[in-house]
């Protein structure tokens, strides 16, 4: 499976899951064949509120959630399993503060 930038999965940490359920992929599918990949944290909005400005706000099936870009992480690609919808209609808006995604149809 190739993992694309903007892929969204379900957070494969345990610890961290309730509060952030979904991590994005950051890195982009150009840039190797790594073992990792850059991934950041989506918060439920309601907890999110404590963090940094450097934040984009999203919506996923009308449930509001933050990214949280300053807890960037690599992790293993093989910990990424169950796609469950992307961020790829935004991917070349730089000004998208606010974005609203659906499940993917077929990922």
Aim: some cysteine; overall charge negative.
């Amino acid at each position: 499976m190739v993992i694309r930038q903007f892929d969204i999965f379900p957070n494969p940490s345990p610890r961290s899951r309730e509060d952030a359920p979904y991590v994005v992929a950051l890195q982009s599918q150009y840039a190797g064949d790594l073992a990792t990949i850059v991934v950041a944290p989506i918060y439920r909005a309601a907890i999110a509120e404590r963090f940094t400005k450097l934040t984009v706000d999203i919506e996923l099936n009308e449930e509001r959630f933050v990214v949280s870009i300053p807890e960037l992480v690599a992790i293993s690609e093989t910990r990424l399993r169950g796609k469950v919808t992307d961020l790829l209609a935004y991917e070349d808006d730089s000004a998208a503060p606010s974005t609203a995604c659906s499940p993917a149809s077929n990922a």
